[in-house]
């Protein structure tokens, strides 16, 4: 089975936040300012395919080819067991990148399917797959806010920092997911903990002073000369995630706020020992649709 492209909008795995408004290591300009779901799902569709392969060689080690991890604090669903049992259960990865979380799923005999909007981040799906000799994921291009399924599809629905947070349009995103899952089915995802866009986005101390408002929903922006957005970030406090989530339809049963584990000293973007110790910075969501 191919690659079966169907759409596209904003959605990709463990990026790091610079929530700075000067310029970014490309050169691009980097602003807070108005974006909306055209331009942000363009700039992120550019930007994973232009960046899958760096993203691949520096980080997928610690992502693994079947490792299920939610965060950079490490928390894996093995110990975490967010989504329940998984045995026999459809389960669709939104924002899935190279599907890494699918293949674990798969190997503890889910039905998983892994969506993204970045074409050459599942191409690199087919090559771990292909290099393990393994069935490969299904795998689907596509827009997490109109998700291509029929209702009632999936069991369980999961996201390890993929989709929300480059969605201009969570609540029509959170309403996709809770009509392709069957009642009951958990919809569990992770993303930058929002206190952390008060924040510089730096792993030293200077990442651990408050220079923004937490209550500033602008986005994050980086764009080229031109004006023309190439990376775009979306931010929503708390009550607003959990405000979305139930007029969609969920019912919220955890929210939990990883510690930064005594022995783990790696550091990947913003995320440090040093600021892990002192302040979240990832939130997980656990619910369940109605």
């Not at 771990?128 to 069935?135: M, N």
């Amino acid at each position: 089975m191919g690659i079966v492209t169907v759409a596209t909008t904003p959605q990709s795995p463990l990026h790091d936040l610079d929530s700075s408004v000067d310029e970014d290591d490309t050169g691009d300009d980097a602003v807070r300012r108005s974006a909306g779901v055209g331009e942000s799902s363009r700039a992120s569709r550019h930007w994973w395919d232009r960046n899958a392969d760096e993203y691949q060689d520096e980080h997928g080690e610690f992502l693994g080819d079947d490792r299920f991890t939610w965060c950079p604090e490490g928390l894996d669903e093995a110990d975490a067991r967010l989504l329940g049992d998984v045995s026999g259960r459809d389960v669709l990865e939104i924002g899935a990148g190279a599907a890494q979380c699918s293949r674990w799923l798969a190997a503890r005999g889910a039905r998983p399917v892994a969506l993204d909007i970045s074409y050459r981040q599942l191409q690199h799906s087919r090559r771990i797959d292909l290099g393990r000799g393994t069935a490969p994921v299904p795998v689907v291009q596509a827009d997490a806010a109109v998700l291509p399924f029929a209702d009632a599809s999936f069991d369980l629905a999961c996201s390890a920092y993929g989709a929300v947070p480059f969605s201009a349009d969570t609540e029509r995103l959170m309403r996709e997911v809770h009509r392709v899952l069957r009642p009951g089915g958990r919809w569990v995802f992770s993303v930058t903990h929002p206190i952390r866009w008060a924040f510089p986005d730096e792993p030293g101390v200077e990442g651990l002073t408050a220079t923004s408002s937490y209550f500033d929903r602008t986005p994050y922006v980086e764009q080229d000369e031109n004006g023309d957005a190439t990376y775009v970030e979306h931010h929503r406090t708390l009550g607003d995630r959990v405000r979305e989530l139930v007029a969609a339809g969920f019912r919220l049963i955890d929210l939990v706020e990883p510690e930064w584990p005594s022995d783990l000293e790696q550091e990947w973007g913003g995320w440090s020992p040093l600021r892990g110790r002192l302040i979240p910075g990832t939130a997980i969501f656990v619910t369940e649709r109605g």
